[in-house]
């Protein structure tokens, strides 16, 4: 890394905040990457880097790609993202370090909207709305989304039958080899929603029981953990951690596809084109997975799952229109569906930053003082000290 600010200028972020609380120990960095499209949204990760550099380049790099998802999503919010640096990976949330963190987040006065990342619960964003209203993925009584995963793998699905438009001229996945690598939240519910359109599926996790559970329940076949990158098949779904398609990796594969919902699973940008030289077809991953984030979008005016399900099923669209580009410009489509993002904010976005008192477009012109409609609102101060 050269210097922060380099750095920062580099990848287009508008504001970095370091933010310490002595006495809660917090220890924690906020990246408003931008809010060209809106307030910038992204998850909350607690983890334990080695050293702060990692910490502060996962930050950048993660909320960076919060405003490229967001934005070939058709979304009207920025990317942002904060990481909380904890002495362990699973160290707990002590709830004055929430509450300092939601204290941090509040004097941002909407420019950065917190959600759930690796690491955090649904108790963590309730704690943290108790010191300030943006933050989204509060409990569902308040008016939040609940869990994303469904919503997710449904997104997931719709992006594999474009892929399968892409290969074979139909999106149509009956009597396709699926291998799912991750049986966990999202990895679970695609199993699921593949075997219910025909799929045969192949699946594998590095905790055997929940393959195992996951298989019986939808019929799958298992494999253990190493062997799911060489599975032969029709499409990889990559549904665990980032960073599977490396430059050993890619010669291993036997899929004719990549699609899946893990976020940044190429280990560089560079493997974008060895995919693509090898023949492999990839669905980005910040397309394939955008499911998340429109569930939570759906907050914003007054949550429905319904809504929020169909929503997520438009992006075979967008996967179509990434994939058709992609061919008629011969490269790689993680490329070009960054080319798309880019594209739509240098069209569509504000030349301006997003300032507390800004409108959203969902608030008719008016101010932004809430992320939810008035009846669902966790009430930052209604919500007592339940965590
Ligand atoms: P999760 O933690 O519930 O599930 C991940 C699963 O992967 C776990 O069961 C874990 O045991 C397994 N796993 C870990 N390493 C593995 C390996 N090497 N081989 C096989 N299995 C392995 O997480 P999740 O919520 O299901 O999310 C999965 C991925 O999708 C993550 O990369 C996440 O960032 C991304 N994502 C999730 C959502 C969502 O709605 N939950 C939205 C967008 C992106």
Redesign the pocket.
């Given at each position: 890394m050269t210097t922060v600010t380099g750095e920062m200028m580099a990848r287009g972020h508008e504001q970095v905040v370091f933010v310490t609380d002595v006495a809660s120990g917090l220890r924690a960095i906020i990246a408003v990457h931008s809010t060209a499209l809106g307030p910038a949204l992204g998850g909350v990760r607690f983890w334990h880097y080695e050293r702060e550099e990692d910490a502060l380049l996962d930050v950048l790099r993660l909320s960076e790609a919060m405003t490229l998802k967001a934005s070939i999503a058709g979304l009207h919010q920025g990317g942002g993202k904060v990481v909380v640096l904890l002495d362990a990976v699973d160290a707990p949330h002590p709830e004055p370090m929430l509450l300092a963190l939601g204290r941090a987040i509040d004097e941002l006065g909407g420019r950065y909207l917190a959600a759930?990342?690796?690491g955090a619960t649904q108790g963590d964003m309730d704690v943290i709305a108790r010191e300030t209203p943006w933050v989204t993925g509060v409990a569902p009584t308040a008016g939040g989304s609940g869990?994303?995963?469904?919503?997710?793998?449904l997104g997931v699905l719709a992006a594999i039958r474009a892929v399968a438009q892409a290969l074979d001229g139909a999106p149509d996945i009956s009597g396709y080899r699926v291998a799912v690598?991750?049986?966990?939240?999202?990895?679970?519910?695609l199993v699921a929603d593949l075997a219910a359109a025909g799929a045969s599926v192949v699946v594998?996790?590095?905790?055997d029981v929940?393959?195992h559970e996951v298989a019986v329940a939808h019929g799958a076949e298992v494999v253990v953990?190493?062997d799911?990158l060489a599975v032969e098949c029709d499409v990889f779904a990559?549904?665990?951690?980032?960073g599977?398609l490396s430059e050993a990796a890619v010669p291993l594969l036997r899929c004719r596809a990549v699609c899946?919902?893990?976020?940044?699973?190429l280990a560089d940008d560079h493997v974008d084109d060895l995919l693509y030289e090898r023949g492999v077809l990839y669905g980005p991953?910040f397309v394939a997975?955008?499911?998340?984030?429109i569930?939570i979008a759906e907050e914003f005016t007054g949550y429905s799952r319904d809504r929020a399900l169909a929503r997520a099923e438009a992006i075979e669209g967008t996967m179509t229109r990434v994939l058709e580009r992609a061919r008629a410009e011969d490269r790689g489509p993680g490329g070009v569906a960054e080319d798309i993002a880019r594209e739509r904010i240098a069209r569509e976005g504000s030349s301006n930053r997003w300032h507390p008192g800004d409108p959203a477009a969902w608030t008719n012109g008016q101010p932004l003082t809430r992320l939810r409609p008035a009846h669902a609102q966790p009430g930052h101060l209604q919500l007592g000290s339940s965590s």
């Open positions: 759930e990342d690796v869990d994303p995963s469904p919503v997710t793998a690598q991750g049986a966990g939240h999202v990895g679970a519910h594998a996790d590095v905790n929940r393959a953990s190493d799911i990559p549904c665990a951690l980032g599977v899946g919902a893990a976020n940044n699973q991953d997975n955008a499911g998340g984030i569930n």
